[in-house]
């Protein structure tokens, strides 16, 4: 009887493995095989307990299973024949029966995972007559099975994550593989053999050192996709502190091809030679450094050909591929993406990001009909497309390109810009420079610039090379210094003047070359002595400067009324200008037309209405709105005019940019005007006086204008914008800050950025960008008290070194998060090169002691000590001992790795807004039954509402 009760059940058992194992409703055993492929993944956990112990293993299911040192058969006997799926993790295994596929002669989807200590799989694939998938991942292999391209319905493979050197040779035209995955191993070289998988249609080789591909891989005639990125460096973005120990080697282990290449040890060592100053942590440079060393450890494709101009270091096989749709070609060594990538007319996605050699790409790609993404980010050599057209993204790109195809000249020009103190003879030295002779008879004190002068001039180098300035001669008056932040550029070699009758002591050289360190951290910048016919050796600390501040070029001393040193620094000049990145880079010739009728309407007109531009464009054959568009934002790039694409500004294009300089300097301005006689109020009732030079129609889109640029902000009840650096510098005496009130759920918290250097103006933006949470009613040049909610907070700039913000209300690290937001962001945008550091209180010192002159830890303190895993810090002032995860909830953002930890208080605040509601209270009531207020018989329940709320009960 119990024979028979067996033979029921292990019946039961087969059908019922044949039904939830992927073969649904199953007829004959071929029966929609495909099933078992698209659901062999499905949460199978559901049916864990409806499974026989043998397909649970099979599936993974079974904990007991993955201990197991030694694979056992007999586990998954007598029903073998039933199982179709075999999705093991079994991280202790070392060997697979040599009969493997012959015991489970029925699978059709197989997925080996974390198998560390297998070292083969045994050959037998190709008598698996019903296998469609199989994937070998994460595992210590370090062959594959000479037989396994040869499984006879084989239509996906997928190995990835394995110290595999070289793949099997024996492969057929017959297989049916379409899929297959090659990835993260370490193979040299692919196989001539590969060009017989003519089904293939998704191809991934990423992650492998390779140099080059076989010819005969044109026969994959197929192929739709190829990847063929290489094994990846360090990426530093998003790490704003630098990139610490702990995740250099968190990357080692998600890169173990890299780690298998060139060793744990010396990768390691080359971390510690690159960390200069030993604190355990690369900055920027120092990262740089290490990128570098790993670039050229590993082989890659180009790197063995980086005189490859006709190919760019790509395989010349890539271009035969004529049914290629998707092409992956990152961190590799490639110099150029050739014209022959233009043969793929069916590519719609081209991916040739982080190459750091890659320089140009060509026009006629911009013409491919079927193309629909084009990625080129983290090239630091491309000058073709320039950086600023590739940073707007794909349409930008592609237009560009367009017109690139159809004619272009190599641009040689920058912006020249000449600063320094009022009197150091810039416009002297700018008018030496142009003149023939290279002399000037000086300027006189009716000639002091006003705002910023510019001019163009154009030389030629010794060997017939012309260069062309647009020289930018900087007012020297302090105040001016809020107005010339916007227009320090990236693309530009700077002259900083200094006078040698002054010394160097009052010039003002390290506000200068901090103030554009901030702005352009990598621009070149002269340092320029004037007046040396007077003071013949003047003494300068260069070694000293030139240590601090990487980015000086030179030091010059020279005389304009003599010429003495002219010619030396324009020598220098040129040397240093031709050697920038963005010279010759290939601009699209319609544009430089389009250009030229802009500049010839310069002559009568500074600004123009954007009809008239467009009118322009389609003179000189740019029909598309788009295209240009795109050729204006070039152009204000280039400095030739200044387009602001925003719903309203969008309207006009100033093609003067010395027009626009003299807009804001009507504003701000060392003469007299009705702004600083109301000091910094802009009452709209003064607009014409201003700007009375000016077309009254243009009125609003100049005040607009100066809200753009951060100069000013509207108060929303009154007909004034704010004028920030204009305001008086005394704090106001109607500013009150009350201690803060515990009994009245009144806290207060502060937060205080340190600067290396604070630019002018970053502190007068801030009031602008934070305009939203300000009356203007109180509000200093140097202070502002803003109101969000229920909170009270007060910006200020406590010295020239240091900003604090202080919030008081039931929350005030909401609103204090809000404001780091915005000056964050401001620095980002705007002040790449600022140095600082920001302050968090200690919360002890706060709930504990109720001072309100907490110590306070810097930030990159707290997050060192995360990232060391330490349990607390100590106060610095009372010695209490502070857990991470108090200190955490004072920390303001720094990406994904805190969200973890703000989202987990703001549950907990939630938790505490929903413990202290008493009663959640609706009044429901009809229309119909709506009483008046004086009517005596019947409650107004709006009355009810209101008198809650007024009774402070509800709200």
Request: proline share 5%; charged share 20%; hydrophobic share 40%.
């Amino acid at each position: 009887m119990m024979g028979n009760l067996l033979h029921v059940y292990a019946a039961q058992c087969h059908i019922f493995a044949e039904q939830y194992g992927g073969l649904q409703f199953q007829v004959t055993p071929d029966d929609r095989t495909e099933d078992v492929i698209n659901s062999a993944d499905m949460d199978s956990e559901t049916y864990r307990h409806s499974y026989c112990r043998a397909h649970n293993w099979s599936l993974g299911l079974d904990a007991g299973l993955r201990k197991q040192s030694a694979f056992r058969k007999e586990v998954f006997s007598p029903y073998e024949d039933t199982i179709y799926v075999f999705d093991q993790d079994m991280p202790n295994v070392q060997s697979l029966p040599l009969d493997f596929f012959q015991f489970f002669k029925n699978l059709q989807y197989v997925k080996l995972q974390g198998f560390y200590k297998l070292k083969e799989i045994p050959e037998g694939a190709s008598n698996c007559i019903r296998l469609k998938m199989l994937s070998i991942k994460n595992s210590g292999l370090e062959s594959l099975p000479a037989d396994l391209f040869l499984a006879p319905h084989l239509c996906r493979l997928h190995c990835s994550g394995l110290p595999v050197k070289s793949l099997p040779t024996a492969m057929s035209t017959r297989c049916q593989v379409t899929e297959l995955v090659l990835s993260w191993m370490l193979l040299s070289s692919v196989p001539k053999e590969l060009g017989q998988l003519i089904q293939l249609k998704y191809l991934d080789l990423s992650g492998n050192p390779l140099v080059t591909l076989p010819m005969e891989l044109k026969e994959l005639t197929k192929l739709k996709t190829l990847l063929l990125s290489g094994i990846p460096w360090l990426v530093t973005e998003g790490h704003t502190n630098g990139v610490s120990t702990e995740e250099y080697m968190e990357f080692l282990k998600a890169n173990p091809s890299l780690t298998h290449i060139v060793g744990e040890e010396k990768l390691v060592s080359m971390f510690h030679e690159c960390d200069h100053n030993k604190n355990q942590r690369l900055d920027g440079s120092e990262a740089v450094s290490l990128n570098t060393h790993i670039f050229w450890q590993v082989p890659r494709l180009g790197s063995s050909c980086i005189s490859d101009t006709e190919y760019g270091g790509i395989p010349p096989v890539v271009f035969l591929m004529s049914s290629l749709e998707v092409l992956h070609l990152n961190f590799q060594a490639l110099t150029a993406v050739p014209v022959h990538m233009c043969r793929l007319q069916n590519l719609r996605e081209l991916s040739v990001s982080n190459n750091p050699l890659l320089e140009s790409v060509p026009g006629a790609l911009g013409h491919l009909p079927n193309l629909r993404s084009i990625r080129l980010t983290s090239n630091p050599s491309l000058r073709t497309p320039p950086h600023e057209v590739v940073s707007r993204g794909f349409a930008s790109i592609k237009a560009y390109l367009k017109r690139l195809a159809g004619g272009f000249t190599e641009c040689r020009r920058t912006k020249l810009m000449l600063v320094g103190l009022g009197g150091a003879g810039k416009t002297s030295l700018l008018r030496a420079l142009m003149s023939n002779d290279k002399k000037t008879a000086g300027t006189k004190g009716e000639d002091i610039t006003n705002g910023i002068d510019i001019l163009p001039w154009t030389i030629k180098s010794e060997e017939g090379i012309e260069v062309t300035y647009n020289t930018w001669d900087f007012a020297g008056q302090t105040l001016y210094y809020n107005t010339h932040q916007f227009f320090l550029s990236k693309r530009a070699v700077y002259l900083l003047l200094w006078s040698t009758r002054q010394g160097f002591e009052h010039a003002g050289l390290e506000f200068w070359l901090s103030s554009i360190a901030s702005h352009a951290p990598k621009t070149p910048i002269f340092v320029v002595g004037t007046h040396c016919d007077q003071v013949p050796k003047a003494d300068i600390p260069m070694s000293d400067l030139q240590e601090r501040f990487k980015q000086i070029a030179g030091f010059h001393f020279v005389s304009s009324i003599e010429g003495k040193g002219i010619k030396e620094l324009e020598r220098d000049l040129l040397r240093v200008t031709l050697e920038q990145k963005n010279m010759g880079e290939k601009v699209p010739q319609v544009w430089l037309n389009m250009e030229k009728k802009i500049l010839a309407a310069r002559l009568n007109n500074s600004i123009l209405p954007w009809t008239m531009i467009q009118e322009f464009g389609m003179e000189v054959g740019i029909y598309d709105e788009k295209d240009i568009r795109e050729a204006v934002q070039f152009l204000h790039e280039l400095g030739t005019v200044q387009y602001f694409d925003n719903e309203f500004l969008r309207k006009q294009v100033v093609i003067n940019p010395q027009w626009i300089v003299d807009v804001m300097s009507c504003v701000v301005s060392v003469k007299n005007s009705p702004i600083q006689d109301h000091q910094g109020r802009f009452l709209h009732k003064y607009i014409p006086e201003i700007w009375a030079s000016y077309p009254r129609e243009l009125h609003e889109w100049l005040l607009r204008l100066t809200e753009e640029f951060d100069l000013t902000f509207p108060l929303p009840e009154d007909k004034v914008n704010i004028v920030p650096c204009l305001l008086p510098q005394e704090v106001p005496k109607e500013l009150t800050w009350p201690a803060p009130d515990l009994s009245k759920n009144i806290k207060e918290t502060k937060l205080v950025y340190k600067f290396t250097y604070l630019p002018a103006g970053l502190f007068n933006r801030a009031q602008v960008r934070l305009f939203q949470l300000s009356d203007g009613r109180l509000i200093w040049k140097r202070g502002s008290l803003l109101k969000k909610n229920k909170h009270r907070a007060l910006i200020s700039q406590t010295s020239d070194f240091e900003l604090q913000v202080k919030v008081q209300g039931p929350r005030p690290e909401n609103v204090i998060f809000l404001i780091h937001e915005i000056f964050e962001s401001l620095i980002k945008e705007s002040f790449h090169g600022v140095v600082y550091e920001f302050l968090v209180p200690c919360p002890d010192c706060v709930l504990k002691e109720g001072t309100l002159d907490p110590s306070m830890f810097e930030g990159s303190l707290v997050t060192r000590a995360k990232e060391l895993k330490a349990p607390f810090l100590q106060c610095r002032k009372y010695f209490h001992t502070i857990s991470m995860a108090q200190l955490y909830q004072v920390m303001p953002s720094d990406g994904t790795s805190d969200f973890d930890a703000h989202l987990q208080n703001s549950l907990i605040v939630m938790q505490q807004l929903t413990s202290d509601l008493s009663t959640d209270l609706a009044i429901i009531y009809s229309s119909l039954d709506m009483a008046d207020d004086n009517d005596s018989q019947r409650l107004n329940p709006e009355r009810v509402k209101r008198d809650l709320e007024a009774s402070g009960l509800s709200w």
